[in-house]
């Protein structure tokens, strides 16, 4: 049996873990035609703190020893007002079961240990950081969504509690006839650009609307002053005005939604990246850039139906120059949600899933 560690520090993991674990996960995935390393960017807020929120964080890395090489990985995250611990960026070689049930034994007294009764897989942080145990793909990882082995899922088969999540990807001239198809007067709506000289500001306000709307769907942790900012402020080089719409109804922001294009199309898989590098290679290869990524969309409840056909509307008028469409994670017991992406954008293109036990 291999040897199981554990490494935590609640103000900052050593600089010589942070290494050994973007080492690992570098080697994990080198050569992965799906894989493409922007989700490191998340890694690397939570294990250096580059964020408020990564800051508030209790994190731990549990890794695995075997003649005294590191085989598999994951990161136990603790947050704060949560009733649950969360495992995340599990890493562990196919067929390893055993080692993989070693590390999430581990989890578990940590977790109780902390005086929590709930383990959580795949949530990576927060729910805008990024959630779901991807189970099922045939595409290339697209910017902004979890990535994984997807024979990983099989580690947690014991887990009693699993909810899954879809992504949904259409060519964006389908997507269009579809929503033509749909007759609801807007009247009364409008919708305008984020007006980034505000930056931080609108960041605000895109929070806010999102812990109202958003903030009510499962595992959704309300934020604090800030969060989004910290969240995007690194994407501001590539983003435009138009990548961030707000809904508008009688002179307040009633909605939003939040997209770009699709960065990863731009980047080389299965490699290492930089923020460099990927900064580069998005303005370098641009043209290869064909899709669209529905990152996320909140309307507030009352204006919901007429107002949430008029925010897509505006959307679909920007984005005419693209090939395809894809959303990002929608819960499937989220049936509203659902039903309108299948409506819109047909069949999902990826399945995840969040896998829950009660210690």
């Not at 919901?304 to 920007?318: D, K, M, V």
Request: hydrophobic fraction near 35%.
């Amino acid at each position: 049996m291999p040897t199981i560690k554990i490494q935590g520090d609640r103000k900052r993991l050593p600089r010589k873990e942070i290494r050994a674990f973007k080492k690992f996960r570098n080697r994990f995935y080198s050569g992965d035609i799906l894989y493409v390393a922007t989700g490191e960017f998340v890694t690397d807020m939570l294990l250096n703190k580059t964020t408020r929120f990564a800051k508030s964080l209790d994190t731990s890395i549990i890794y695995a020893l075997e003649s005294n090489e590191r085989i598999a990985q994951c990161l136990l995250i603790i947050a704060p007002n949560n009733d649950f611990a969360q495992l995340t960026f599990f890493d562990c070689p196919q067929h390893r079961h055993g080692v993989a049930d070693a590390m999430i034994d581990t989890a578990k007294k940590e977790t109780l240990r902390y005086g929590l009764k709930r383990l959580v897989v795949g949530l990576s942080g927060h729910l805008s950081y990024g959630v779901g145990i991807l189970n099922e793909t045939l595409l290339k990882n697209s910017f902004d969504t979890n990535y994984n082995k997807t024979y990983t899922g099989k580690f947690f088969k014991n887990f009693k509690t699993v909810n899954t999540l879809s992504a949904y990807r259409c060519k964006l001239s389908d997507a269009r006839k579809r929503l033509n198809t749909v007759t609801f007067v807007t009247t009364g709506f409008s919708v305008r650009e984020a007006d980034f000289s505000k930056f931080k500001s609108e960041c605000e306000i895109l929070r806010n609307i999102c812990d109202m709307t958003i903030g009510t769907t499962y595992l959704y942790t309300t934020t604090a002053e800030g969060h989004f900012y910290d969240l995007l402020k690194d994407l501001k080089l590539l983003l435009t005005e138009e990548n961030l719409l707000f809904l508008m109804h009688e002179g307040k922001e009633v909605g939003f939604v939040f997209w770009h294009p699709d960065f990863n199309c731009a980047v080389k898989s299965g490699c290492p990246l930089t923020k460099t590098t990927f900064a580069l290679s998005c303005i370098f290869n641009k043209k290869k850039i064909d899709t669209v990524k529905l990152n996320a969309i909140g309307v507030l409840k009352g204006y919901t139906g007429r107002g949430t056909i008029a925010i897509l509307r505006a959307l679909e008028e920007r984005t005419r120059n693209f090939e395809y469409i894809e959303t990002n994670f929608v819960w499937d017991n989220n049936i509203e949600s659902t039903l309108i992406n299948k409506r819109l954008l047909g069949q999902s293109c990826r399945k995840f899933s969040v896998y829950e036990e009660e210690l």
